[in-house]
Nanobody, 116 residues
Framework: QVQLVESGGGLVQAGGSLRLSCAAS????????IGWYRQAPGKQRELVAE???????YYLDSVKGRFTVSIGHAVNTVYLQMNNLKPEDTATYYC??????????WGQGTQVTVSS
């Protein structure tokens, strides 16, 4: 079992920044991919950004140039730096990780609210 613990969500004004963190209970060196999804009320969950050992880093078109995903392997943590936030970024953000031994895990989610 792998635990993913997210933090860093909150309320911010449009144009502001937040950094989300997702701490994994095992080494991030053993991932196939790790990334961030989000789900707004009444909408489907969508992939926002993902780092993969097999493909280029992925970003949702609407966040390109504003969000940056990175890994701190020394602390087994993946980050999502979110700049120039917009009201449409409001959602619950979830961390997801898939490991080489087949384990797949989700975090509990962290709320991001952007006011206009």
């Amino acid at each position: 079992q792998v635990q993913l613990v997210e933090s860093g969500g909150g309320l911010v004004q449009a144009g502001g920044s937040l950094r989300l963190s997702c701490a994994a209970s095992r080494s991030t060196f053993s991932i196939n991919y790790i990334g961030w999804y989000r789900q707004a009320p009444g909408k489907q969950r969508e992939l926002v950004a993902e780092i993969s050992s097999r493909a280029p880093t992925y970003y949702l078109d609407s966040v390109k140039g504003r969000f940056t995903v990175s890994i701190g392997h020394a602390v087994n943590t993946v980050y999502l730096q979110m700049n120039n936030l917009k009201p449409e970024d409001t959602a619950t953000y979830y961390c997801n990780a898939n490991f080489r031994d087949g384990l797949d895990s989700w975090g509990q989610g962290t709320q991001v609210t952007v006011s206009s």
